[in-house]
């Protein structure tokens, strides 16, 4: 597989991990991932199937494909050309607590490939030990730079007004194929992306949402943070005090129901290969620290030769705190010399 060299965010439109097949494999874009609990209860899957519903209103005419069932255990890939949407606010509110609601579609020019705009969602099915399900949407840079400032934030304050989410995050992603397996062939490339650029977030939302029931994953451009989150960091009034203390950009925006950070006035890539590390999302990671889940589990589940994944997920997540993810692999998946 062969990607090109990133030097700026222009880069990100263009970047591809390219299989030997042609499939495209993952590519970098923006992302946004929010989590909420109680996936079962009918008020939550309402107001998850009206967030769905407001994406689709802005971007449908970008998703090309969309995964439909196949009886209860299989799926299928099939053209968006002539598909109406549902209410999935009222799908999605009378679908059975043991059923689980979820919706996946993509814009890529075929139906294999890793895609730029990008939409999923999951509200898992009743059981005492699943707790919680999540939404994430992804779109290009191009779609950012087209739109006037502050476009993205608004849309991610829009569906966490409508969501409610416990948590979550948006900025600058690595966006991988849907298929496992192809996805699952790029993970040593898409390590050597993260080792270098501490603003890519790298996620797998149905890994990641078990652990996040009671703190953040981590930060990233915007961070999104529930009502018992904000609580726990002292209530609005004092996150609203200490962004505008910093001298590095952060703003906290308060919502019915939580709150969102961001980190400087555009997402940032950082290079760790030239000592960068935006001072934005260094100082977002101080202020949100106390609220970190205890994670415990590995970020990266790849096994190239040599390679640690629990050290490298450790570090991973302490990025804006000094430390450097290390896997001896370059961005474009070749082993450093």
């Not at 923006?30 to 998850?48: E, F, G, K």
């Not at 915007?222 to 200490?242: K, S």
Request: proline fraction near 7%.
């Amino acid at each position: 597989m062969t990607t090109p060299d990133i030097q700026s965010l222009a880069d990100l439109d263009a970047l591809k991990i390219v299989g030997d097949d042609g499939e495209i494999a993952a590519r970098l874009g923006v992302m946004a991932t929010l989590y909420i609990s109680h996936p079962h209860d009918v008020d939550v899957r309402q107001r998850l199937g009206t967030a769905v519903d407001h994406i689709l209103s802005i971007f449908s005419d970008h998703y090309k494909w969309r995964v439909e069932p196949v009886g209860e255990t299989k799926a299928r890939i099939v053209s968006t050309e002539g598909w109406i949407p549902p209410s999935h606010a009222e799908l999605f509110a009378g679908a059975h607590r043991f059923d689980e609601p979820w919706i996946q579609m993509h814009g890529a020019d075929r139906p294999d490939d890793a895609a730029q705009f990008a939409l999923a969602c999951f509200a898992p099915p009743y059981r005492p030990r699943v707790k919680i399900g999540y939404l994430t949407f992804s779109t290009s840079f191009q779609w950012v730079q087209d739109h006037a400032p502050g476009a993205l934030q608004r849309l991610v304050l829009d569906v966490c007004r409508i969501l409610k989410p416990i948590n979550g995050y948006a900025g600058l992603g690595i966006l991988r194929n849907p298929d496992y397996a192809v996805a699952r062939g790029a993970e040593r490339y898409i390590l050597g992306l993260a080792e270098r650029f501490p603003g890519l977030e790298v996620d797998q939302p149905i890994d990641h949402a078990p652990k996040l029931a009671d703190g953040i994953k981590g930060i990233n451009w915007l961070t999104v943070l529930g009502h018992a989150l904000v609580q726990r960091l002292g209530g609005d009034d004092a996150l609203t005090a200490a962004a505008a203390a910093s001298d590095t950009g952060l703003l906290w925006t308060p919502y019915d129901g939580g709150g969102i950070l961001q980190a400087g006035d555009v997402p940032q890539l950082g290079d760790l290969d030239r000592g960068v590390v935006p001072s934005a999302y260094a100082a977002a990671n101080r202020l949100l620290r106390p609220v970190r889940a205890v994670y415990d589990d590995v970020i990266f589940t790849t096994r190239p030769p040599g390679f640690n994944r629990k050290a490298f997920s450790e570090a991973w997540l302490n990025r804006f705190e000094g430390g450097r993810p290390r896997t001896g692999l370059s961005p474009q998946g070749e082993t450093k010399q």
